[in-house]
């Protein structure tokens, strides 16, 4: 093994994100509290009741390597000095990095190097790691999975030779069932074997070390005033909640407001977002959280708090909008209707949801002809029917709002629209939640 790969097992080493049930434990305990906590709100019952399964990834398969706490375990980060104390878990550091190392001598590895790797990789990490430290993975996949979707459909990889190439990199009979699920492999191979040659770079190393200094110690929430530290926070909330490192996440600090309240708090809880977020918000809903600015995101989740989250919203109006509609939260130009949210855009283009609204609008201020709701020509694997539809079709370019990004069943649709927009040789504009307040930077090529 050569000296750079040694080096950076050593520095590795220092930071290694090991498996631990100790904070896994402790946060669960919260789900028996009396008053619902702000972050789980969402996975569990307001009044007690059965303990919902809260989301973890799949682990791989056994003897791949340890769990981390992007595995879907939580974690402990252990310092050298801690390390050197614990010789299972420099057992299991060291038994990663190696086979990390041999399935950089695989074929797969080879595959995806040719045309899925960009030498900017290693400065992606390199930021991500800066702001994100122990959490980087699911920020830095976020920032290349787009690129490596549009590579997987321009390449149109063939998926019977790719699942071979899988299953002898990881000596299984691993299954690839479709392009998404490719593209996820892909993705993953990319971090892994990224962290190893980063690694060997000094400032790599050294911010690692330096986050994890900072974020081990304790502090206190910004919400509650509860004392905790970052590196405890499950990794599902710390992403969910777009990285924000001030609260601990378990604050008791959920209402339960009567309906006649929540004519004021509802709108309240609008006015502080400065945006109509939709039902599915919540302060570890990514697709939420990234349009929050740090400065307001403390203002925002008081006000959700006080609301009472909006499933206990949804429980006394009977849906989000309705409650929006009925406290007065609502622009004039949006209807609740028996079949839900009618958003009326200048132009007259019926929308389905407030996003959809603004983003057609702008296309309106800035005289961009459009077209609502175009069908994608029928293809036979992602759209058989024929009936699949964009949101909006510019001259020959197709624009598509993935507002519900972060969720793991929306993003395989995504996948797949993307998918078939490469199989046809169809321009695609992908917008995202966090593009909705800077809209002309993916639709300034319009103009």
Known sequence: MDGSLDFAI??????????????????KQTFYRRRPIIALEIFCPPSGGQRQRSPTASAR?????????????????????ELLQDEQAEGETETWLRYLQEKRESELHNFVTCQFVDAADVDTLLSVVLEHGVFARRFFEKEIRDRVRRRVNHNSIDLVKFQELVALAFDDNCKIFNRSEAISVIVDHIFEQTILLALACAQISQGLDDWFDEQQKPKSCIVCDETFRLIDVPYWVYFGSNGFKACC?????????????????????????????NSSAGPITYSFTSRLSPETWTKVILAYGRMGSIPHVVKKFG????????????PN????????????????????????QLIDNWLSVHEVPHDREPLYPAHQSYNTSGRRRADWLVHDVFIEYFGLVGNAEYDEKVDEKISLAGDLGIDLIAIYPSDIDNLEHVLGVLI
């Open 333 to 356: 130009d949006v209807l609740v209707t028996k079949r839900g949210v009618r958003c009326v855009a200048h132009d007259g283009h019926v929308c389905h949801s407030l996003d959809e």
């Open 249 to 277: 996440f378990q604050c008791p600090i959920v209402e339960r407001p009567k309906k006649s309240e929540l004519k004021q708090l509802v709108p309240a809880f609008v006015a502080s977002c400065g945006f109509i977020p």
């Open 61 to 81: 398969p056994p003897g791949s390597y340890p769990n981390t706490a992007d595995g879907g375990l939580w974690q402990s980060c252990l310092t050298k000095k």
């Open 319 to 330: 849906s989000w909008f309705e409650a929006l509609a009925q406290t007065g939260a609502l």
């Open 10 to 27: 050593r520095e590795y080493e220092s930071v290694m994100i090991v498996v631990s049930f100790r904070q896994d434990l402790a946060y």
